[in-house]
């Protein structure tokens, strides 16, 4: 079996195990057993309700935002050709998190804050976009800056709303910035969008492999680069509006994924993608099960612990000996 | 190799320019060039620097606007335009991530028949152009581990895998050594004889021309333009006015060679 496939499989089974795994645990454990005999054939009651009303939902979440973020991630080091690229490079969770603050602020419940940080989040989109297009001279190397240096500018405003806030308010914001699933709403509509991106970008892979070959000679090779990279641009941002909106701003999970997938011995985006997908998703539900059960019943920030069970996985695939396929 | 200027010239252009001016932003580099290029032509662009041979092999891949005058193109091959041009720039502006395999397929883009990833002929034809330049037995080498010579034989091979009717090559020979020069100036040369493919090639030295080359096009600097015969246009009063440098005529085997005095 080739490479791209055999890992196809194993992230497919780690995705459904992730996934079995956040349905079984938690402060009320419930048996593998009766998860399994809950999901084939529902049966009205305590058990029920926490599998279908509490568990999956926030399963299925986790398992939406780590794909969304793994697929933007991946979509933007292609578009930008920076390996340091993460779906937040260009100001989107900068605008998101400046729009959920500033509603929390206001003292607004959980849907208004998520409509604040969809309109920051769309307003720091049409900034960066407008910017880096208004010169009619199409560079990936001025979106790349004018994405900086807004999310520099978010970033600070942020932070002096943080300093500004009343001292209740602050843990609830701190909560949102470091990105967290306990609020997070249903993931119906992020899955689609996981799907649907997911399916698109798969299909414009091969223009992505291109891109990497420099403008000119993609252009060269006929790949409508300019369309392309708006395309690419839109779905990146879409993907991480819905990711945000689910659990603020997770980190980690977007700029490492991709690579894990590439150290693994994977580069041709037709396969990275939707590896990358599955692996984020597995990634996420996992760490997101591990922060509400590990010092339950407190609750801990998903974006931590991406980083803290991330870092020493990544820091391990680097180390290890170069793969030869 | 073979003498200059024996090659059949039969067929239709697969290039012809009339009255093109060459321009970048701000400055125009030649006025009224006049190209016509045939299957199985070698031509070789020759000028100092910052003359306009890049931006003529821009032009004529369409990748630069054409502010006047006109590109044609021919070709006897089925596929689109950009499946019968292939480009070897001269620079390329990113880092591929990949194999070098996966590097040479993406010369397939214009010319594959998978809508999703590759099909066997296009691997075959992959493999095929990698071996033509000497790189079998690389496909599954990081695109990143090679050497400049290296990279540089891969993306003719990328080329290769394109399988266009005309070839524009900015400095094909640039990062190789002597020998992996002769190899690739040989395979040029089976190009346009054996299978009557048409190459522009942007080069740097005086020496190969006259030995590979049918034709020769001088850019001059001052904006004029001359071409025709290689044997015609590389002689000395005209390179010496081309690079603005004393040169010496050495005589040996039967042939000529510049050198600077």
């Given at each position: 079996m080739s490479r791209p496939l055999a890992l196809g499989a194993i992230f497919l089974a780690a995705a459904v195990a992730s996934i079995f795994i956040a349905l079984i645990a938690g402060p009320f454990p419930i048996p593998a057993r009766v998860v399994v005999d809950n999901v084939l054939f529902p049966i009205p009651g305590v058990v029920h309700d926490i599998i279908w009303n509490l568990r999956a939902p926030r399963a299925l979440a986790a398992f939406a935002c780590g794909g969304l973020l793994a697929l933007a991630g991946a979509l933007l080091q292609a578009l930008l050709r920076n390996a340091l690229a993460d779906p937040y490079i260009l100001g989107v969770s900068g605008g998101a998190a400046l729009g959920a603050l500033l509603a929390l602020v206001t003292g607004a419940g959980a849907a208004l804050m998520n409509l604040g940080a969809l309109a920051g989040a769309a307003c720091a989109i049409s900034i960066v976009f407008g910017l880096s297009f208004r010169s009619g001279e199409w560079d990936i190397y001025r979106l790349l800056l004018t994405g900086v240096v807004l999310a520099a500018g978010l970033s600070a405003l942020v932070s002096l709303v943080l300093v500004t806030a009343p001292h209740v308010q602050v843990k609830g914001m701190?909560?949102?910035?470091?990105?967290?699933?306990?609020?997070?709403?249903?993931?119906?509509?992020?899955?689609?969008?996981?799907?649907?991106?997911?399916?698109?970008?798969?299909?414009a892979a091969r223009g992505l492999d291109l891109l990497s070959l420099g403008d000119t000679k993609a252009r060269s090779l006929g790949l409508p680069v300019k369309p392309l990279q708006i395309t690419v641009f839109a779905l990146a941002a879409v993907a991480t509006v819905a990711a945000v909106m689910l659990a603020g701003s997770v980190g980690f999970v977007g700029l490492m994924v991709p690579h894990a997938v590439r150290l693994l011995g994977v580069t041709a985006y037709r396969w990275l993608l939707p590896l990358s997908v599955l692996l984020g998703g597995a990634f996420l539900t996992l760490a997101d099960t591990v922060a509400r059960t590990l010092v339950a019943p407190q609750q801990l920030p998903v974006g931590v612990l991406t980083a803290i069970i991330g870092v020493p996985l990544m820091l391990w695939l680097l180390g290890r000996r170069r793969l030869s396929s | 190799?073979?003498?200059?200027?024996?090659?059949?010239?039969?067929?239709a252009p697969v290039i012809k320019c009339e009255a093109l001016t060459l321009a970048v932003p701000g400055r125009v580099l030649a006025r009224g060039v006049e190209l016509e290029v045939r299957p199985g032509d070698i031509w070789a662009v020759l000028g100092a620097n910052g003359s306009g041979k890049t931006t003529l092999v821009h032009t004529?891949?369409?990748?630069?606007?054409?502010?006047?005058?006109?590109?044609?193109?021919?070709?006897?091959?089925?596929?689109?335009r950009v499946a019968r041009i292939g480009v070897l720039l001269q620079q390329e502006?990113?880092?591929?991530?990949?194999?070098?395999?996966?590097?040479?397929?993406?010369?397939?883009?214009?010319?594959?028949?998978?809508?999703?990833?590759?099909?066997?002929?296009?691997?075959?034809?992959?493999?095929?152009?990698?071996?033509?330049?000497?790189?079998?037995?690389?496909?599954h080498r990081d695109y990143r581990s090679l050497s400049?010579?290296?990279?540089?034989?891969?993306?003719?091979?990328?080329?290769?895998?394109?399988?266009?009717?005309?070839?524009?090559?900015?400095?094909?020979?640039?990062?190789?050594?002597?020998?992996?020069?002769?190899?690739?100036?040989?395979?040029?040369?089976?190009?346009?004889?054996?299978?009557?493919?048409?190459?522009?090639?942007?080069?740097?030295?005086?020496?190969?021309?006259?030995?590979?080359?049918?034709?020769?096009?001088?850019?001059?600097?001052?904006?004029?333009?001359?071409?025709?015969?290689?044997?015609?246009?590389?002689?000395?009063?005209?390179?010496?006015?081309?690079?603005?440098?004393?040169?010496r005529e050495i005589a040996a085997d039967g042939s000529v060679f510049f050198a600077p005095v």
């Open positions: 701190l909560f949102w910035l470091m990105g967290d699933l306990s609020y997070a709403g249903s993931p119906i509509a992020a899955l689609t969008v996981l799907v649907t991106g997911t399916t698109l970008a798969a299909g | 190799m073979t003498d200059a200027g024996v090659a059949a010239r039969d067929g004529l891949a369409g990748l630069a606007p054409v502010s006047r005058g006109t590109v044609f193109v021919g070709g006897q091959s089925a596929g689109s502006e990113a880092t591929f991530w990949g194999s070098v395999l996966e590097y040479v397929l993406l010369g397939r883009f214009p010319r594959t028949a998978a809508l999703f990833g590759w099909s066997i002929d296009d691997e075959n034809a992959s493999r095929a152009a990698l071996a033509a330049v000497g790189l079998a037995g690389f496909e400049g010579g290296e990279r540089q034989r891969t993306r003719i091979a990328q080329l290769l895998a394109q399988d266009p009717d005309c070839c524009l090559l900015d400095e094909p020979l640039q990062h190789l050594d002597l020998r992996h020069q002769v190899a690739v100036l040989k395979l040029i040369d089976a190009l346009a004889r054996g299978r009557a493919k048409a190459v522009i090639m942007v080069l740097h030295d005086v020496l190969w021309p006259a030995r590979v080359c049918t034709h020769a096009l001088l850019l001059h600097e001052d904006g004029t333009v001359e071409c025709g015969p290689a044997h015609a246009m590389l002689t000395r009063e005209r390179l010496e006015r081309l690079y603005g440098c004393a040169l």
